[in-house]
């Protein structure tokens, strides 16, 4: 077994575990959030995919930034975790402005300063994944949906590219999401009646 495929394998593995705890929203997931793009910086090198390489590095610090914001006490609401809930409807605008500015540049930087074939639907991933992780980190529910879009586009792009582990891996992650799009609307109901 070469190294590539030894490191694809050990990512897919953390990030189904990582799946398991986002679908749970349980904190831990953000643990395996630091340590799969830690993984996949080197898949996603060799492979030339460096807006998915960008964005492992920018996953690492939004698992540090997201574990602190799940994990800490939230003072002002003396919540001890971050609530699930509805994103507000300004933050529709603001990640949208920002997304297509992102996509933007990312394609910008690809296209005309890296040997990237794919410029387009690699800046296209990398510009939503920020803004889900985002809102992930804020514990908005449609972040869901979001990553739905970002996990269609990469099993596509895997494919391509022949990265075939991760690309069954985001097929499941698109699986997950609808579930856990349904999972954490019944946990902010339930949190909704506890606070009642």
């Not at 540049?105 to 296209?124: E, G, H, N, Q």
Request: proline letters at 2%; charged letters at 15%; glycine letters at 6%.
């Amino acid at each position: 077994m070469n190294w590539d495929l030894a490191l694809e394998i050990f990512g897919t593995i953390i990030g189904l575990i990582y799946l398991y705890y986002e679908y749970k929203a349980h904190r831990l997931l953000w643990i395996m959030g630091i340590i799969m793009p830690a993984v996949s910086l080197g898949v996603y090198y060799n492979a030339g995919l460096y807006a998915d390489m960008g964005i492992n590095a920018y996953y690492i610090i939004a698992g540090v930034y997201g574990y602190l914001v799940w994990t800490f006490k939230n003072k002002r609401r003396r919540q001890v975790e971050l609530p699930i809930t509805h994103a507000p409807r300004r933050t529709y605008v603001y990640s949208t402005a920002i997304t297509i500015c992102l996509f933007a540049i990312i394609y910008f930087i690809l296209k005309y300063y890296t040997d990237s074939t794919v410029p387009l639907w690699d800046a296209l991933s990398t510009a939503l994944s920020v803004t889900a992780m985002w809102m992930l980190a804020r514990k908005y529910i449609e972040q869901w949906g979001v990553w739905i879009l970002v996990d269609a586009i990469s099993v596509a792009l895997y494919i391509y590219k022949g990265i075939y582990f991760y690309a069954a891996l985001y097929a499941l992650y698109i699986i997950i999401a609808i579930l856990g799009y349904f999972n954490w609307l019944k946990i902010m109901k339930n949190e909704h009646n506890k606070s009642l």
